[in-house]
C-alpha cells in the first residue's frame, strides 16, 4: 500500500455536498468527491461522460480525513444582480454561501498500486487545472503537499504528526481555564482529533486499536460523496459509507506516533521546506 498525504489549510475552504440555488453550504470536512475531482483536475480529465470510466478508477482510491484544526462557520453574504437574455437589468437577489474559517485537514489517499499514487502525485504538484479547496477563489496553501508514504491511510493518519501543532496546544490549555468548550475538540476538553474515513477501512482495523482510541465503526453515516458522473450534461452523486475514530492528542503531537497497537516502518513525512512554520496568535497569553 502507498498513500500520499495533503494539508488543507488557509483562510477558508468549502466542502458542500448538498448545494442548491442561492444558498451553498459546506460540510465540516473535505469529502471523497471533491478530493477525487481536484485530482481529476490534475491530471486533466474533462467534465464530460469519456472521463466516466478514468473517475471510477479514482473511486476506488482509499480515503480518509482527520480533522487537526475544525475551525469556524462563515456565512458570506452576496447580492448577485440577473439580467435579462436581451442584457438588461433585472433584479438584485440575496446568496448565502458558507465556509470554513482557519480549519485545517490532513487527507490522505492510498492504493495497492503505488505508481498510480506517485502520478496523483506529480499531477498535483504539476496540475492542468488549478487546484482549489472546494471553490476555485481558494486556492491551497504552499505546503499542501506532504508527500507519500508506504502504508495505507489509517496507519499514515494515526502516526502523523498532528498539524494544528503548538497552537492547536494552547488553544486547549486556554478553553480548559476559561471554560469554553473549542470546535475542533469536540469531546473530553479536546484531547481528541477526529477522523473519518471509508467505512471497510475502519472495519479491518478497528480490532488492532488499543482502547484509548474511540472508534465508531459500529455506527456507519451515509455521505453522498460517491462520483458517478462529473459531465456536465448531467452530473451524477452516489453514497458511500463513513466511519469515524477519535484519536488521542497524545499520540500525533510533535511527531509521538509511538501507536503500542500499530508498528510502522515507514518514515514520516517531513512538511515542505521553510513553509511548515505558522503564527501563533496564542503566543502572547504563555506564562
Known sequence: MKSLLLKFS????SWGTDSHFETRHTDYHPSKSAVIGMIAAALGYRRSAD?????????????AVRIDRQGNL??????????????????NYVT???YLEDAIFLVAIGSANGQFIDGINDALRSPYFQSCLGRRSLPPTADFILGTQDCGVLQALLTHEWLAGKTGKNRIKISKLSGISESFGKSDNGK???LYADSDLVDKIAGKLGKEYKIQSAVRRLRKDYVNSFSN?????GFRYESKIEIPID?????????????????????????????????????
Open 10 to 13: 488557509g483562510p477558508l475552504q
Open 251 to 287: 499520540k500525533i503531537f510533535r511527531g509521538n506516533s509511538d501507536s503500542e497497537s500499530i508498528s510502522s516502518d515507514s518514515k514520516q513525512v517531513k512538511s515542505a521546506g521553510d513553509f511548515n512554520a505558522e503564527h501563533d496568535a496564542f503566543s502572547g497569553l504563555e506564562a
Open 192 to 194: 481528541f482529533v477526529s
Open 233 to 237: 450534461a448531467e452530473r451524477k452523486f
Open 74 to 91: 462563515l456565512r458570506d453574504y452576496h447580492i448577485a444582480a440577473k439580467y435579462k437574455p436581451n442584457g438588461d437589468f433585472e433584479r
Open 96 to 98: 448565502n454561501r458558507y
Open 51 to 63: 472521463c466516466d470510466e478514468k473517475i471510477a478508477e479514482l473511486n476506488d482510491l482509499d480515503f
